[in-house]
């Protein structure tokens, strides 16, 4: 079981920045992917970015060069860079937990952060 805390999410104006992060209440280390995802409304929920155990990079063309996804395995967190935001950014930001056992596979997800880019 893992329990995801996302936070950093606020109103902010388009061209400026934030930083959101999600606390995990275990270990990251052995997590095969975190991930960031977003969920407009009226919209299906979409991919922003992911990073794997060791590191690999994925991100959504929409926010490439924009947005940069970290993980820090001491503190249990993994952080999203969002740089030059646009209107179109503004979302429900949801934190992700992707991890293999065995042969199960599981996928846990935080509450979510509302992050508003006004024009």
């Known amino acids: 079981q893992v329990q995801l805390v996302e936070s950093g999410g606020g109103l902010v104006q388009a061209g400026g920045s934030l930083r959101l992060s999600c606390a995990a209440s275990?270990?990251?280390?052995?997590?095969?992917?975190m991930g960031w995802y977003r969920q407009a409304p009226g919209k299906q929920r979409e991919l922003v970015a992911t990073?794997?155990?060791?590191?690999?990079?994925n991100y959504a063309d929409s926010v490439k060069g924009r947005f940069t996804i970290s993980r820090d395995n001491a503190k249990n967190t993994v952080y999203l860079e969002m740089n030059s935001l646009k209107p179109e950014d503004t979302s429900v930001y949801y934190c992700?937990?992707?991890?293999?056992?065995?042969?199960?596979?599981?996928?846990?997800w935080g509450q979510g952060t509302q992050v508003t880019v006004s024009s």
């Open positions: 992700s937990a992707y991890l293999i056992l065995g042969v199960s596979e599981y996928n846990y």
């Open positions: 275990r270990s990251i280390f052995s997590i095969n992917r």
């Open positions: 990073i794997t155990s060791i590191g690999l990079t």
